[in-house]
Protein backbone atom coordinates (compact mmCIF):
# COMPACT_ATOMS: atom_id res chain seq x y z
CA UNK A 1 0.00 0.00 0.00
CA UNK A 2 1.19 3.27 -1.30
CA UNK A 3 1.86 6.31 1.63
CA UNK A 4 0.08 9.56 1.10
CA UNK A 5 3.87 10.69 0.04
CA UNK A 6 4.96 8.54 -1.65
CA UNK A 7 1.56 8.62 -4.19
CA UNK A 8 2.10 12.19 -4.17
CA UNK A 9 5.54 12.11 -5.86
CA UNK A 10 4.29 9.53 -8.36
CA UNK A 11 1.06 11.68 -9.76
CA UNK A 12 3.85 15.00 -9.46
CA UNK A 13 6.21 12.66 -11.79
CA UNK A 14 3.34 12.01 -13.90
CA UNK A 15 1.76 15.52 -14.05
CA UNK A 16 5.48 16.81 -15.80
CA UNK A 17 6.25 14.18 -18.07
CA UNK A 18 2.64 13.58 -19.86
CA UNK A 19 0.96 16.51 -19.29
CA UNK A 20 3.60 19.20 -18.99
CA UNK A 21 5.96 17.12 -21.86
CA UNK A 22 8.99 17.32 -19.32
CA UNK A 23 11.73 14.58 -20.08
CA UNK A 24 12.66 12.25 -17.54
CA UNK A 25 15.89 13.88 -17.58
CA UNK A 26 14.67 17.28 -16.79
CA UNK A 27 12.36 15.58 -13.69
CA UNK A 28 15.06 13.97 -12.59
CA UNK A 29 17.27 16.99 -12.32
CA UNK A 30 13.93 18.71 -10.40
CA UNK A 31 14.13 16.16 -7.88
CA UNK A 32 17.68 15.34 -7.36
CA UNK A 33 17.51 11.89 -8.55
CA UNK A 34 18.91 9.89 -11.39
CA UNK A 35 17.15 8.96 -14.44
CA UNK A 36 16.51 5.16 -14.10
CA UNK A 37 14.51 6.48 -10.84
CA UNK A 38 12.17 8.50 -12.95
CA UNK A 39 11.48 5.80 -15.23
CA UNK A 40 10.54 3.04 -12.58
CA UNK A 41 8.37 5.75 -10.88
CA UNK A 42 6.59 6.18 -14.27
CA UNK A 43 6.20 2.79 -14.61
CA UNK A 44 4.92 2.16 -10.99
CA UNK A 45 2.77 4.85 -11.84
CA UNK A 46 0.68 3.12 -14.76
CA UNK A 47 1.21 0.18 -12.22
CA UNK A 48 -0.97 1.43 -9.54
CA UNK A 49 -3.33 2.44 -11.99
CA UNK A 50 -2.27 6.55 -11.43
CA UNK A 51 -1.68 6.84 -15.00
CA UNK A 52 -4.21 4.95 -18.14
CA UNK A 53 -3.08 5.50 -21.51
CA UNK A 54 -5.86 6.40 -24.15
CA UNK A 55 -5.57 6.13 -27.41
CA UNK A 56 -7.50 7.95 -29.91
CA UNK A 57 -7.65 7.28 -33.70
CA UNK A 58 -10.20 5.71 -35.68
CA UNK A 59 -7.39 2.74 -36.54
CA UNK A 60 -7.70 2.10 -32.98
CA UNK A 61 -10.75 -0.61 -32.98
CA UNK A 62 -9.20 -2.23 -35.73
CA UNK A 63 -5.20 -2.54 -34.03
CA UNK A 64 -7.30 -4.44 -31.35
CA UNK A 65 -8.81 -6.41 -33.48
CA UNK A 66 -5.71 -7.40 -34.90
CA UNK A 67 -3.81 -8.13 -31.51
CA UNK A 68 -6.73 -10.58 -30.47
CA UNK A 69 -6.94 -12.20 -33.17
CA UNK A 70 -2.87 -12.75 -33.63
CA UNK A 71 -3.18 -14.26 -30.03
CA UNK A 72 -6.17 -15.83 -31.07
CA UNK A 73 -5.11 -17.97 -34.02
CA UNK A 74 -1.46 -17.18 -32.91
CA UNK A 75 -0.63 -15.34 -36.08
CA UNK A 76 2.33 -14.00 -37.23
CA UNK A 77 0.15 -10.62 -38.56
CA UNK A 78 -3.07 -9.67 -38.99
CA UNK A 79 -4.10 -6.69 -40.80
CA UNK A 80 -8.05 -5.62 -40.31
CA UNK A 81 -8.77 -2.95 -43.44
CA UNK A 82 -11.88 -0.46 -41.96
CA UNK A 83 -14.86 -0.42 -44.52
CA UNK A 84 -16.16 2.77 -45.10
CA UNK A 85 -18.10 1.73 -47.95
CA UNK A 86 -20.67 -1.38 -47.84
CA UNK A 87 -20.26 -2.14 -51.28
CA UNK A 88 -18.41 -5.70 -52.19
CA UNK A 89 -16.63 -4.64 -54.97
CA UNK A 90 -15.21 -2.02 -53.08
CA UNK A 91 -14.02 -3.62 -49.94
CA UNK A 92 -12.19 -6.02 -52.35
CA UNK A 93 -10.43 -3.13 -53.85
CA UNK A 94 -9.52 -1.79 -50.27
CA UNK A 95 -8.43 -5.17 -49.19
CA UNK A 96 -6.41 -5.80 -52.56
CA UNK A 97 -4.74 -2.86 -52.12
CA UNK A 98 -3.72 -3.25 -48.48
CA UNK A 99 -2.52 -6.93 -49.29
CA UNK A 100 -0.24 -5.52 -52.32
CA UNK A 101 1.16 -3.07 -49.70
CA UNK A 102 2.01 -6.03 -47.65
CA UNK A 103 3.39 -8.54 -49.63
CA UNK A 104 5.29 -5.83 -51.69
CA UNK A 105 7.25 -4.83 -48.46
CA UNK A 106 7.43 -8.61 -47.67
CA UNK A 107 9.13 -9.42 -50.57
CA UNK A 108 13.00 -9.60 -49.27
CA UNK A 109 15.82 -10.21 -51.68
CA UNK A 110 16.47 -13.38 -50.22
CA UNK A 111 12.95 -14.95 -52.09
CA UNK A 112 13.03 -16.46 -54.96
CA UNK A 113 9.93 -17.99 -55.70
CA UNK A 114 6.55 -16.74 -54.99
CA UNK A 115 3.34 -18.58 -55.14
CA UNK A 116 -0.14 -17.77 -56.01
CA UNK A 117 -3.79 -19.06 -55.84
CA UNK A 118 -6.70 -17.83 -56.97
CA UNK A 119 -9.96 -15.75 -57.16
CA UNK A 120 -11.00 -12.53 -57.55
CA UNK A 121 -9.90 -11.23 -54.12
CA UNK A 122 -6.31 -12.12 -55.25
CA UNK A 123 -7.30 -10.85 -58.29
CA UNK A 124 -7.45 -7.04 -56.70
CA UNK A 125 -4.34 -8.09 -55.16
CA UNK A 126 -2.40 -8.16 -58.01
CA UNK A 127 -4.27 -5.29 -59.79
CA UNK A 128 -3.21 -3.62 -57.31
CA UNK A 129 0.32 -4.35 -56.85
CA UNK A 130 2.96 -1.37 -57.90
CA UNK A 131 5.29 -1.69 -60.40
CA UNK A 132 9.11 -2.30 -59.79
CA UNK A 133 11.77 -4.56 -60.37
CA UNK A 134 12.00 -7.68 -58.93
CA UNK A 135 13.72 -9.46 -61.25
CA UNK A 136 14.99 -12.22 -59.52
CA UNK A 137 11.41 -13.63 -58.41
CA UNK A 138 9.64 -16.02 -60.21
CA UNK A 139 5.72 -16.63 -59.71
CA UNK A 140 4.47 -19.98 -59.42
CA UNK A 141 0.33 -21.01 -59.89
CA UNK A 142 -0.59 -22.89 -57.03
CA UNK A 143 -3.21 -24.62 -58.77
CA UNK A 144 -4.77 -25.49 -62.10
CA UNK A 145 -6.65 -23.38 -63.95
CA UNK A 146 -7.88 -23.11 -67.71
CA UNK A 147 -11.31 -22.83 -69.67
CA UNK A 148 -12.88 -19.78 -71.20
CA UNK A 149 -14.78 -18.29 -68.00
CA UNK A 150 -12.90 -15.81 -65.54
CA UNK A 151 -9.75 -16.33 -67.19
CA UNK A 152 -8.72 -13.04 -65.55
CA UNK A 153 -8.49 -14.79 -61.85
CA UNK A 154 -6.59 -18.19 -62.76
CA UNK A 155 -3.88 -18.82 -61.24
CA UNK A 156 -1.95 -18.86 -64.65
CA UNK A 157 -2.98 -15.16 -65.29
CA UNK A 158 -2.35 -14.10 -62.19
CA UNK A 159 0.91 -15.25 -62.02
CA UNK A 160 1.49 -14.00 -65.30
CA UNK A 161 0.13 -10.39 -64.56
CA UNK A 162 2.27 -10.19 -61.15
CA UNK A 163 5.60 -11.29 -63.32
CA UNK A 164 4.93 -8.16 -65.46
CA UNK A 165 4.27 -6.12 -62.42
CA UNK A 166 7.45 -7.17 -60.69
CA UNK A 167 9.68 -7.52 -64.29
CA UNK A 168 10.01 -11.19 -63.03
CA UNK A 169 9.21 -14.05 -64.13
CA UNK A 170 6.79 -17.00 -64.40
CA UNK A 171 6.29 -20.74 -64.32
CA UNK A 172 2.38 -22.14 -66.31
CA UNK A 173 0.35 -24.97 -64.77
CA UNK A 174 -1.35 -26.10 -68.06
CA UNK A 175 -4.40 -28.24 -66.50
CA UNK A 176 -7.45 -27.47 -65.07
CA UNK A 177 -7.92 -27.24 -61.50
CA UNK A 178 -9.89 -30.01 -60.71
CA UNK A 179 -9.91 -32.59 -64.01
CA UNK A 180 -12.98 -35.32 -64.47
CA UNK A 181 -11.72 -38.50 -63.35
CA UNK A 182 -8.45 -39.48 -60.30
CA UNK A 183 -7.19 -41.75 -63.30
CA UNK A 184 -6.74 -38.56 -65.60
CA UNK A 185 -5.41 -36.25 -62.81
CA UNK A 186 -2.70 -39.54 -62.02
CA UNK A 187 -1.83 -38.96 -66.24
CA UNK A 188 -1.56 -35.31 -66.18
CA UNK A 189 0.28 -34.83 -62.87
CA UNK A 190 3.22 -37.31 -64.61
CA UNK A 191 3.59 -34.69 -67.56
CA UNK A 192 7.38 -33.04 -67.36
CA UNK A 193 5.79 -29.74 -67.69
CA UNK A 194 2.68 -30.05 -65.18
CA UNK A 195 5.35 -32.15 -62.48
CA UNK A 196 8.12 -29.55 -62.96
CA UNK A 197 5.56 -26.64 -61.88
CA UNK A 198 4.03 -28.62 -59.07
CA UNK A 199 7.47 -29.29 -57.47
CA UNK A 200 8.04 -25.76 -57.89
CA UNK A 201 4.65 -25.01 -56.07
CA UNK A 202 6.11 -27.07 -53.01
CA UNK A 203 9.06 -24.72 -52.70
CA UNK A 204 8.22 -21.40 -53.06
CA UNK A 205 8.94 -19.83 -49.82
CA UNK A 206 6.06 -17.33 -49.58
CA UNK A 207 2.61 -17.89 -51.02
CA UNK A 208 -0.61 -15.67 -51.35
CA UNK A 209 -3.66 -17.53 -51.33
CA UNK A 210 -7.44 -16.98 -51.02
CA UNK A 211 -10.35 -18.40 -48.71
CA UNK A 212 -13.70 -19.49 -50.11
CA UNK A 213 -17.00 -20.55 -49.37
CA UNK A 214 -18.55 -23.60 -51.49
CA UNK A 215 -22.05 -22.53 -50.74
CA UNK A 216 -21.97 -18.78 -50.66
CA UNK A 217 -20.37 -16.35 -53.25
CA UNK A 218 -18.57 -19.19 -54.45
CA UNK A 219 -16.32 -18.48 -57.45
CA UNK A 220 -15.68 -21.94 -58.19
CA UNK A 221 -19.56 -22.72 -58.91
CA UNK A 222 -20.20 -19.47 -60.54
CA UNK A 223 -17.62 -20.96 -63.24
CA UNK A 224 -18.83 -24.28 -63.59
CA UNK A 225 -16.12 -26.03 -61.39
CA UNK A 226 -19.14 -27.10 -58.98
CA UNK A 227 -22.52 -28.64 -59.73
CA UNK A 228 -25.73 -28.61 -57.30
CA UNK A 229 -24.63 -32.41 -56.84
CA UNK A 230 -21.11 -31.63 -55.52
CA UNK A 231 -22.91 -28.99 -53.39
CA UNK A 232 -25.01 -31.50 -51.64
CA UNK A 233 -22.33 -34.14 -51.63
CA UNK A 234 -19.86 -31.41 -50.07
CA UNK A 235 -21.94 -30.43 -47.26
CA UNK A 236 -22.77 -34.18 -46.49
CA UNK A 237 -18.93 -34.39 -46.27
CA UNK A 238 -18.92 -31.44 -43.58
CA UNK A 239 -16.80 -29.22 -45.78
CA UNK A 240 -16.43 -25.45 -44.83
CA UNK A 241 -14.32 -23.85 -46.97
CA UNK A 242 -11.50 -24.44 -49.43
CA UNK A 243 -7.83 -23.37 -50.30
CA UNK A 244 -6.96 -23.65 -53.91
CA UNK A 245 -10.00 -26.22 -54.65
CA UNK A 246 -9.09 -28.38 -51.68
CA UNK A 247 -12.10 -28.64 -49.29
CA UNK A 248 -11.56 -28.76 -45.61
CA UNK A 249 -14.40 -29.42 -42.72
CA UNK A 250 -14.57 -27.15 -39.60
CA UNK A 251 -11.42 -28.13 -38.03
CA UNK A 252 -9.60 -27.16 -40.94
CA UNK A 253 -9.03 -31.12 -42.11
CA UNK A 254 -9.41 -32.24 -45.43
CA UNK A 255 -12.62 -33.63 -46.23
CA UNK A 256 -12.84 -37.05 -47.92
CA UNK A 257 -15.15 -36.25 -51.00
CA UNK A 258 -14.07 -37.36 -55.21
CA UNK A 259 -13.36 -33.64 -55.48
CA UNK A 260 -9.90 -33.34 -53.44
CA UNK A 261 -8.66 -36.60 -55.47
CA UNK A 262 -9.21 -34.97 -58.74
CA UNK A 263 -7.56 -31.35 -57.86
CA UNK A 264 -4.74 -30.45 -59.77
CA UNK A 265 -2.24 -28.10 -58.00
CA UNK A 266 -0.95 -27.65 -54.07
CA UNK A 267 -1.95 -30.14 -51.28
CA UNK A 268 -3.52 -28.63 -48.03
CA UNK A 269 -0.39 -31.00 -46.01
CA UNK A 270 2.30 -29.38 -48.55
CA UNK A 271 0.89 -26.14 -47.83
CA UNK A 272 1.46 -26.32 -44.67
CA UNK A 273 5.49 -26.85 -45.34
CA UNK A 274 5.65 -23.53 -46.99
CA UNK A 275 7.72 -20.99 -44.96
CA UNK A 276 5.05 -17.87 -44.98
CA UNK A 277 2.02 -18.49 -45.79
CA UNK A 278 -0.27 -15.09 -46.71
CA UNK A 279 -3.96 -15.58 -47.13
CA UNK A 280 -5.89 -12.54 -47.99
CA UNK A 281 -9.89 -12.38 -47.77
CA UNK A 282 -12.97 -10.12 -48.20
CA UNK A 283 -16.53 -10.87 -47.41
CA UNK A 284 -18.33 -12.04 -43.61
CA UNK A 285 -19.88 -15.37 -45.91
CA UNK A 286 -16.02 -16.43 -45.45
CA UNK A 287 -15.67 -16.01 -41.87
CA UNK A 288 -16.65 -19.93 -40.78
CA UNK A 289 -14.20 -20.91 -43.74
CA UNK A 290 -11.84 -18.50 -42.11
CA UNK A 291 -11.87 -19.80 -39.03
CA UNK A 292 -11.78 -23.46 -39.91
CA UNK A 293 -8.54 -22.45 -42.15
CA UNK A 294 -6.99 -20.71 -39.15
CA UNK A 295 -7.54 -24.05 -36.88
CA UNK A 296 -6.09 -25.99 -39.83
CA UNK A 297 -2.78 -23.95 -39.39
CA UNK A 298 -2.44 -23.28 -42.79
CA UNK A 299 -1.86 -19.01 -42.97
CA UNK A 300 0.76 -17.11 -40.85
CA UNK A 301 -0.81 -13.69 -41.42
CA UNK A 302 -4.45 -12.70 -42.32
CA UNK A 303 -5.08 -9.83 -44.04
CA UNK A 304 -9.17 -9.40 -43.72
CA UNK A 305 -11.70 -6.95 -43.69
CA UNK A 306 -13.01 -5.01 -40.26
CA UNK A 307 -16.57 -7.05 -40.48
CA UNK A 308 -15.36 -10.16 -41.66
CA UNK A 309 -12.63 -10.46 -38.86
CA UNK A 310 -15.51 -9.14 -36.20
CA UNK A 311 -17.05 -12.32 -37.26
CA UNK A 312 -14.17 -14.46 -36.48
CA UNK A 313 -14.27 -13.02 -32.86
Not at 60 to 84: A, D, G, N, S
Not at 136 to 161: F, R
Request: include cysteine; charged fraction near 25%.
Amino acid sequence: MLSWEERRQLVKVANLYYLEEWTQQQIAKKLGVSRPVISKMLQKAKDENIVGVYIRDESQYTVQIERELEKKFQLEEVIVVPVRDTNPSMVRKNVGQVAAQYLAKNLTPSIKQLGISWGKTLAEVVKEYPYEKRDHINIVPLVGGMGTKSVDIHANQLAYELAKKMNGSCSYLYAPAIVKTEELKERLITMEDISLVLEEAKNVEVAVIGIGNPYSGSTMKEIGYLKEDDLRNLKKAGAVGDIGSCFFDQHGELVQHPLNQRVIGLALHQLKEIPFVIAVVEGTYKAESVKAALDGGYIDSLIIDEHTADSLL
